[in-house]
Structure formats: C-alpha cells, structure tokens
T-cell receptor, first 117, second 114 residues
Framework: EAGVAQSPRYKIIEKRQSVAFWCNPI?????LYWYQQILGQGPKLLIQ????????DSQLPKDRFSAERLKGVDSTLKIQPAKLEDSAVYLC???????????????FGPGTRLTVL | KNQVEQSPQSLIILEGKNCTLQ??????????LRWYKQDTGRGPVSLTI?????NTKSNGRYTATLDADTKQSSLHITASQLSDSASYIC?????????????FGGGTRVLVKP
C-alpha cells in the first residue's frame, strides 16, 4: 500500500513570496490533515478535511494560508505572502473514515521543509 | 486547555541500554493515547495506541504504559539500538463531535550512541 505522498520535499523562498505544497493521501482515506511542525516542537494542526469539506481550520492563519481539496482526494496548501516565522516542516496526514471500532489512526507523509529567508 | 507535556526534552543513551520517556496530559474527554516515532526528515510513525481501559501495550522493544487516573504515560525502550535515534511524540486524542482531535506533545529527542 502506497503511503502519503508530499511534494516538494524542500523549498527555500524569500519573505513575501508565495509557495504551495501538494499532498496525495493514501487511497480511500476520507480525512486529510495539514500540520505545521516548527523545529523542536510537536506538529500543530492547520486544517482538517473530511472528503472535500473543511472540518477544522481554527488554527489556520487565514490571512496568509489557504488550503483546498476540491475533489476530495489530493490537496494543496498555499502560503501567500510568506513570513520568516513560517519556516517549518509541513506535514500531511490521512486517515480512513472513522468507525466505532477504529482508532482513526493518522498516517503521515514525509513532510515539506520550508525555509523562508 | 488540552495540553501534553513530555520529559525529558532530550536524552543520550548508550547502545544496548534501556530508557523511559514520560508524558503527562490534561486532555478531556479522553479517547486514546498514542506514541509516535519520528526519524529525522520523516513523518511520524505510530508505535502504540492505547484506550482508557488499556494500561500497557508493546511493539517489539517498545512498551507503553498508561495510567488514566493520574493522566500519565511512559514509553520504555529496551536494549536500545542505533536506529532508535529519533524523536518520540506523545499524542492524546480527545472525543469531539466532529471526530477525535489530537493534541501533540513537543517530543523527546533520543540519541543512541555506540
């Protein structure tokens, strides 16, 4: 079974530039998550999709971050314009549709390391 | 406020030795607790998942414990290997109407030296 795919793996941009990340979840997984992980910290949820609908975007800085999952499969996360403090690893995760017997385990991709200069 | 605190922040151990990582949480209503291993440059990978009724679970040389009364968990690594060098993240899931919501700890960075 293929895992969660993310691209690019690394990105270096200057502040005020725009950047986009792509994620392809595990086939058949209904839920997709984007996390921001700053060096030395645990991941912080940015946005959660259930199919193509947003379930939780309470911690997404909506003035500069946006995300979409138009067809309920792959997803893009955009930052426009980027700030120095956006330097982090952006992790994508997916999970199957929750059921009473499942732990709703999340499977993570390798992440995209963003450096903003 | 839901929080997960891990200790120590980092530790260095010699190959073959054992170590124990700690996790304290204030998450409610509690659903389950997970330990993830995150190698450098990779995404987290699940090691164990425990619900309220489970107080211990093993995955090879990794053994997790859970005390739901004191809201504490530990991860014990037995006979450490160089490949155990990684960050270990404690994650607690809270029951929410829209599905479980995860709270991540800051992780413990483990370095195993030969």
């Amino acid at each position: 079974e293929a895992g969660v795919a993310q691209s690019p793996r690394y990105k270096i941009i200057e502040k005020r530039q725009s950047v986009a990340f792509w994620c392809n979840p595990i086939s058949g997984h209904a839920t997709l998550y984007w996390y921001q992980q700053i060096l030395g910290q645990g991941p912080k949820l940015l946005i959660q999709f259930q199919n193509n609908g947003v379930v939780d975007d309470s911690q997404l800085p909506k003035d500069r971050f946006s995300a979409e999952r138009l067809k309920g499969v792959d997803s893009t996360l955009k930052i426009q314009p980027a700030k120095l403090e956006d330097s982090a690893v952006y992790l994508c995760a997916s999970s199957p549709r929750p059921s009473p017997s499942s732990y709703n385990e999340q499977f993570f991709g390798p992440g995209t390391r963003l450096t903003v200069l | 406020k839901n929080q997960v605190e891990q200790s120590p922040q980092s530790l260095i151990i010699l190959e073959g030795k054992n170590c124990t990582l700690q996790c304290n949480y204030t998450v409610s209503p509690f659903s389950n607790l997970r330990w993830y291993k995150q190698d450098t440059g990779r995404g987290p990978v699940s090691l164990t998942i425990m619900t309220f009724s489970e107080n211990t679970k093993s995955n090879g040389r990794y053994t997790a414990t859970l005390d739901a009364d004191t809201k504490q968990s530990s991860l014990h690594i037995t006979a450490s290997q160089l490949s155990d060098s990684a960050s270990y993240i404690c994650v607690v899931s809270a029951i929410k109407a829209a599905g479980n919501k995860l709270t991540f700890g800051g992780g413990t960075r483990v370095l195993v030296k030969p």
